[in-house]
């Protein structure tokens, strides 16, 4: 079992862009820059490291950059049977999963840098990295600080971020060494994310999530908030709008992903922290960056390296004698015909919907049985968009 993970604020860099610019998936940038209201290409090809560090920068270069690379992946018929993202990251699974549609999570990570920008310049905060202590005794040395500082996130054994006023996080990162943590990192943010600091982003926030109802998947996408499988969109409202405020526990979504079944994991976007992360919290597990194009030759041969341990199959790709699949025509966001539904008979010829301006017509007579792609999925060309069984 494959899943993909996709990285957060933080791992963008300077000139990430520039290996894309003539790879076909480079498109979704205009799209994104059209959404946003933004120069995303200008960012991602000349923006230096202080811009970056934006929050409003930060976020929206790094999730069109993953999607960027997931959107070439989904071309080599590269899919998972499980999605997870660390903070940012989860709008970036969304997408992947079919839950918001790529507009929708564009407009949606607008909305929450905007916020979280905003909640830093009114709650002044920080964030440190401790390494080399055991969980329970971080938040040990956060309750002994006396202070607002908590713990932002739980990334790996060993690794785990606090948060909070500057004062509050010094002294626990003090406290933190004194009971053995091997070493305290300043981060370079502009806000305590994932604390009590960010409420006003959350309350901000709640209203887009709302609008954006995200829908029900075939393909789970683990929260950060439980560090549980979620496949139900009126979930995920209140799911990321607690995620602002609340660690993120992706050592739990990497044990959880593991309880599944997941042995392989495939980080899409820019940087490699999360594989790094992976490898200290599961034995054995198979991992693998992808960040540019040349990757993309090495993200196949490791998924045919080991016959037990391949991406996951569309549904319907093992098919009985009378059953058939329709395949995308090209590639761009499937919007399925409304009054096309399971049960009904299909024609050869029916158009079942569009990419696009690109009609979905069935080349076979039928009962349609379940479409695979869902409304706003971005498909590429030759992936299942939906099953008959024939007369």
């Known amino acids: 079992m494959l899943a993909f993970t996709f990285p957060g604020q933080g791992s963008q860099r300077p000139g990430m862009g520039r290996p894309w610019t003539e790879h076909e998936s480079w498109e979704?940038?205009?799209e994104a820059s059209e959404v946003a209201g933004r120069d995303v290409a200008r960012l991602l090809l000349d923006a230096d490291a202080d811009e970056l560090k934006d929050?409003?920068?930060a976020q929206l270069t790094t999730f069109v950059s993953s999607l960027v690379v997931l959107d070439a992946v989904e071309r080599l018929g590269v899919d998972a049977g499980f999605c997870a993202g660390h903070s940012l990251g989860e709008y970036t699974a969304l997408c992947a999963?079919?839950?918001l549609s790529f507009d929708e999570g564009v407009a949606l990570v607008v909305e929450r840098a905007a916020a979280m920008h905003d909640a830093g310049q009114e709650h002044p905060g920080t964030m440190a990295a401790v390494l080399g202590l055991d969980d329970e005794d971080v938040e040990v040395a956060c309750r002994r600080a006396d202070s607002d500082v908590w713990v932002a996130n739980f990334n790996a054994p060993g690794q785990v971020v606090i948060a909070g006023s500057p004062d509050g996080v010094a002294r626990a990162s003090e406290i933190a060494k004194e009971l053995g943590a091997k070493k305290c990192m300043a981060l370079q943010v502009s806000g305590a994310f994932h604390t009590p600091f960010m409420a006003p982003a959350r309350d901000r926030l709640r209203s887009a999530i709302a609008a954006a109802s995200p829908?029900?998947?075939?393909?789970?996408?683990?929260?950060?908030?439980?560090?549980?499988?979620?496949?139900?969109?009126?979930?995920?409202?209140?799911?990321?709008s607690a995620q602002l405020s609340s660690p993120v526990r992706w050592k739990q979504c990497l044990l959880e992903l593991s309880e599944l079944g997941v042995v392989s994991f495939a980080e899409?976007?820019?940087?490699?922290?999360?594989t790094g992360m992976t490898k200290r919290t599961l034995d054995g597990a198979r991992t693998i960056t992808v960040s540019t194009p040349d990757d993309l030759d090495k993200l196949l041969e490791w998924v045919n390296d080991s016959r037990s341990v391949?991406?996951?199959?569309?549904?319907g790709e093992h098919l009985f004698a009378v059953e058939r699949l329709v395949v995308s025509p090209g590639a761009g966001v499937f919007v399925p015909r409304p009054d096309v539904e399971p049960g009904m008979h299909?024609?050869?010829?029916?158009?079942?919907?569009?990419?696009?301006?690109?009609?979905?017509?069935?080349?076979?007579?039928?009962?349609?049985q379940a479409f695979i792609a869902v409304d706003g999925e971005r498909v590429t060309p030759r992936q299942p968009i939906a099953w008959l069984r024939t007369l």
């Open 310 to 315: 391949t991406a996951t199959q569309h549904e």
């Open 346 to 368: 299909v024609s050869i010829g029916t158009v079942l919907g569009h990419i696009g301006s690109v009609e979905v017509r069935s080349a076979f007579d039928g009962v349609l």
């Open 97 to 99: 999963s079919g839950a």
């Open 55 to 57: 929050t409003r920068n």
């Open 28 to 30: 979704l940038v205009d």
């Open 215 to 240: 829908r029900d998947t075939d393909m789970p996408v683990v929260s950060n908030v439980d560090g549980l499988a979620h496949a139900s969109g009126s979930e995920w409202s209140s799911l990321l």
């Open 268 to 274: 899409l976007g820019p940087g490699g922290v999360l």
